[in-house]
Structures are given as C-alpha cells and as structure tokens.
C-alpha cells in the first residue's frame, strides 16, 4: 500500500512531461519564421528575367531543412493545377565550401522533379538576399508587369502538407481572381543560418 502514493506521483510526472513535451513541439510548428521584406517590384539585376506572357513565381529554400518538404509537396501539388499559368524557380541556399550533395539533396531532386519547375542553386544566398527573403520556403509571385502580387508561406505550419491559405491565394491569383490576402507567415528554418548549416551538415 505504501507504494500506491510513488505510483500515482510517478505517473502524473510521466504525463506533466508528456504534455509539456506536446506543448513545446505543437509552439515550435506552429512558429512562423522571420518574414522578410519581399521587394515590390522585381529586381533587374536578378538572376532570371521576368516573363512578359506570365506571371513568375520563385521559392527560397535551404537544402536541409526539414520543414521544406512539405514546401515542396504544396508546390507540387501548386503546380499540378497551374503550371500552364506559371514560370515556377527553386532557389536552394549554397553556402562556400559545401559539397555538391549538400546543396543537391533530397529536397533539391524533389523540387527538380516537379513538372514545369526549373531549379537553382544560390550561392551564398544572394538571390535569398535580393529578394528579401529570410526563412526556407519562402514564396514571391510576380506578375507579368514585374508586380509583386505575393509573398509568404504556402504551408499552416512547420512541416505540414495540406489546405492552407497560402497556396490558396496564389492558386486564385493565377486564375485571376481577387483574394482577401497577399502575404502569409514562412514556417520553416532561417535560409541563412549559418548555426543551421552547421547543425545540419552530414
């Protein structure tokens, strides 16, 4: 009978840290990442040219992260309805002095197998950089006239594919129709990071 009280007191510290546990990784993918400020109008010296006969979308990702690759599973599925409407870039992030397969990894062969997306590595980040772009899995979209018409995540959180507002937005505004919205949180790890790089690195 004397050890009844350890028993009870030993499972209610079990389930304390089974919920702080789920409290901390349920704030952490739920956590957007740093923002950024997405130019308003696209850049002249940027790698690519804007498209005169559509629109140009570009996402910024680094190639070892392992929110992105629900980014890339929402760009497939993105790109499934308009990549007829749509000139569709990768950016992965390529810091000196990594090996080819740490930029050209998973994600990098994931993304360059979508239909209708051309993928680039970013040395150093300044594609990331001139766009303003700070977390993986950022997205800008241009019109044809250079306009920024969007910029954010298409993802509701760390990690998570499925229905949310970002790839909705982008979605109607190809189809040409007017949204609610024109910005929405990154959820994924900082693109410049250089801690991630080393955290990360095989």
């Not at 304390?16 to 696209?42: F, K």
């Not at 308009?82 to 992030?93: E, I, L, Q, R, S």
């Not at 050209?104 to 970013?122: F, N």
């Amino acid at each position: 009978m004397k050890t009844r009280p350890v028993w009870i007191l030993s499972c209610l510290t079990w389930l304390l840290a089974v919920c702080a546990g789920a409290w901390v990784l349920s704030n952490y993918d739920n956590s957007a990442g740093r923002a950024g400020e997405a130019l308003s109008q696209w850049p002249a010296d940027a790698q690519i040219a804007i498209q005169t006969n559509q629109p140009v979308l570009i996402m910024f990702a680094h190639p070892q992260c392992p929110c992105t690759r629900a980014s890339i599973d929402e760009l497939n599925r993105l790109m499934a309805r308009c990549a007829d409407t749509v000139a569709a870039h990768v950016f992965f992030y390529q810091p000196d002095g990594v090996p080819k397969d740490w930029t050209q990894s998973g994600l990098w062969k994931s993304a360059a197998a979508i239909p209708g997306v051309q993928v680039h590595a970013d040395p150093e980040g300044r594609e990331a950089r001139l766009f303003g772009a700070e977390s993986s899995g950022h997205v800008v979209l241009y019109d044809v006239h250079g306009h920024l018409i969007f910029h954010g995540g298409i993802t509701s959180a760390r990690g998570h594919a499925g229905d949310n507002a970002g790839e909705n937005t982008v979605i109607g505004l190809l189809a040409g129709t007017k949204t609610p919205l024109n910005e929405t949180p990154v959820f994924g790890c900082g693109l410049l990071d250089k801690t991630e790089l080393v955290a990360s690195r095989p």
